[in-house]
C-alpha cells in the first residue's frame, strides 16, 4: 500500500512558479512509478509527466514540456513537480500518483493517488 499528500499549491501570477510536492508513506514507494495530473473544473483528468521508479526515465505531457519538471528522492519518499513559466490554462488540481508501469498517461493505469492540491495562475 502507499498513501500519498500533495503539497505546494497556491496562488502565482502567470510567468511565476511553483514546487509541488508528493511524500509518499509505505515499504514500496520506489517500486512505482509515478505521475503527476490535474483536472480542471468541468474537464476531465489529464496527463502531465511521470518519472520511473529510479528516476532515471521522465515523461512529459506537450503542453509543459520545457516548463515543468518532475523529479523524486527515494530516500524521503517525495516526488516533485517544479512548475515554471507559468500560464493561466495550468491553473487545476494538481494529483500525484503511482502506477506499476512507467510512462501510462491515463489515469485508469494508476494505483494509488493522492487528494490532490490547487494550482491558481492569474494573468
Known amino acids: 500500500q502507499v498513501q500519498l499528500v500533495e503539497s505546494g499549491g497556491g496562488l502565482v501570477q502567470a510567468g511565476g512558479s511553483l514546487r509541488l510536492s508528493c511524500a509518499a508513506s509505505?515499504?514500496?514507494?520506489?517500486?512505482?512509478?509515478m505521475g503527476w495530473f490535474r483536472q480542471a473544473p468541468g474537464k476531465e483528468r489529464e496527463f502531465v509527466a511521470a518519472i520511473r521508479w529510479s528516476g532515471g526515465s521522465t515523461y512529459y505531457a506537450d503542453s509543459v514540456k520545457g516548463r515543468f519538471t518532475i523529479s523524486r528522492d527515494n530516500a524521503k519518499n517525495v516526488v516533485y513537480l517544479q512548475m515554471n513559466s507559468l500560464k493561466p490554462e495550468d491553473t487545476a488540481v494538481y494529483y500525484c500518483?503511482?502506477?506499476?508501469?512507467?510512462?501510462?498517461?491515463?489515469?485508469?493505469?494508476?494505483?494509488?493517488w493522492g487528494q490532490g492540491t490547487q494550482v491558481t495562475v492569474s494573468s
Open positions: 500518483a503511482g502506477s506499476t508501469v512507467f510512462g501510462a498517461t491515463i489515469p485508469q493505469r494508476y494505483n494509488y
Open positions: 509505505g515499504r514500496t514507494f520506489s517500486s512505482y512509478a
